[in-house]
């Protein structure tokens, strides 16, 4: 007769309005059992913190699966992404990568981004290097009424190009183009979920606000932006190796910290499916 495993989730706060740091063992994650607990506590507390879990690609690949639907990577169907700066060890990626280093959600050109992405430190920097998130369900709830009346239904532009001028603000048009290529995407800039919650979308690839000036439309970005990644909404994860954190990408924004470039840090990343577009 088959033994029934009967485990149980736990796990204490990083933080009041973000974070909780989970504190079962790698047998545990893997058997499947709790991941009804983790994907419940996961939209709850916008990211996860397995410290030095220690999962190998295949585990992290295995306990990814437990969870939802592994999304492999668009661009070469891997299963694991690495995701580092260094030039040497992922030619192609590096330069995208930059615009990693200020406040996004994934998915932004996509109708359903994807649900959550899980990040495993292999090698941690030298300096510098760690990965902040912020929660931008709390960040909205906490707002003032007559403030939430006034963005509820504003509609947003979003692009890659935005993000490149935070890293190269004087590009040259062929390579302004190039970005520019992938297109834009009209966004609401509060998300109604099918949950009933509700959550900022904003980051690096807002490029713009419909209806407003250029004047208005930088207040209101930057202003959402400062907001949300305040203090009380934000937590940044110093990295040991070993350690894996995992996000809700439809309910967190998240960056990774300066690092020097040529320090060899590396991550491996795997995602789930989205489900839920950000309109419905
Ligand atoms: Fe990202």
């Not at 902040?132 to 532009?157: H, I, M, Q, S």
């Amino acid at each position: 007769m088959a033994t029934v495993l009967k485990f149980k989730l736990a796990a204490e706060d990083l933080k009041p309005r973000i974070g909780s740091r989970i504190l079962n063992s790698k047998e545990e994650l893997l058997s499947g059992v709790l991941a009804g607990e983790i994907r419940e506590l996961l939209e709850q507390r916008g990211i996860l913190v397995f410290p030095q879990i220690n999962f190998s690609d295949a585990e992290q690949i295995a306990f990814t699966k437990t969870l939802g639907t592994f999304a492999p990577e668009a661009t070469d169907g891997e299963n694991i992404t690495k995701i580092t700066l260094d030039t040497k060890a992922n030619p192609g990626a590096a330069e995208y990568l930059k615009g990693s280093l200020y406040w996004h959600i994934d998915g932004t050109m996509n109708q359903v981004p994807i649900l959550a992405s899980l990040l495993s430190c292999k090698v941690p920097a030298t300096w510098g290097g760690n990965t902040g998130f912020c929660n931008t369900y709390a960040a909205w709830d906490d707002l003032p009424d007559d403030r939430k009346a006034e963005l509820e239904n504003l509609r947003t532009v979003h692009g890659v190009w935005p993000t490149v001028m935070y890293y190269d603000p004087e590009p040259s048009l062929a390579k302004l183009k190039g970005m520019q290529s992938v297109g834009e995407n009209e966004l609401p800039l509060v998300w109604k979920h099918k949950s009933g919650r509700k959550s900022l979308v904003i980051g690096c690839t807002t490029q713009r606000v419909l209806g407003k000036t250029a004047m208005e439309s930088a207040q209101i970005i930057h202003g959402l932006r400062e907001w949300a990644t305040s203090e009380q909404f934000s937590y940044s994860h110093e990295w040991s190796v070993g350690d894996l954190v995992m996000w809700d990408n439809t309910g967190t924004m998240h960056r990774a910290e300066a690092y020097d470039s040529e320090c060899g840090r590396m991550m491996h990343r795997t995602k789930l499916k989205g489900d839920e577009p950000f309109e419905g």
